[in-house]
């Protein structure tokens, strides 16, 4: 057992509109977003399988020629690979849940 605060991590900023704290174990990564309303997520990918769920505010999530409006309680789920990308129409909150362990994530914690 590994027990953690969120109040007790270091938050990472090194991203324009984004406030992160990563939660590590030796398989998953654990990301906790506060993300400023307007804030545009660039397209992207990753190897790392990606759970989001949203928990506060309005975020649209697009992949390929499909686009979620996400409200919260409703979360997606992206394939390791598959190209994604976003906006926060609100200011939101976002848990993001990544297998296998997000390496560069853990580099940008102090």
């Known amino acids: 057992m590994k027990p953690?605060?969120?109040?007790g991590i270091d938050p990472f900023t090194g991203r324009p509109g984004f406030i992160g704290k990563f939660v590590h174990s030796d398989q998953m990564t654990l990301a906790h977003w506060e993300i400023a309303g307007g804030t545009e997520l660039t397209e992207h990918s990753h190897p790392h399988e990606q759970i989001t769920l949203l928990l506060a505010g309005?975020?649209?999530?697009?992949?390929?020629?499909h686009v979620a409006i996400l409200?919260?309680?409703?979360?997606?789920?992206?394939a390791g690979g598959e190209t994604h990308g976003g906006y926060a129409h609100e200011d939101c909150v976002v848990v993001d849940i990544f297998c296998p362990v997000r390496e560069d994530f853990k580099s940008q914690q102090k």
Do not use: C, H, N, W
């Open 4 to 7: 953690y605060d969120m109040a």
């Open 58 to 65: 309005k975020m649209e999530l697009r992949s390929g020629d």
């Open 71 to 78: 409200t919260p309680g409703q979360g997606i789920v992206f």
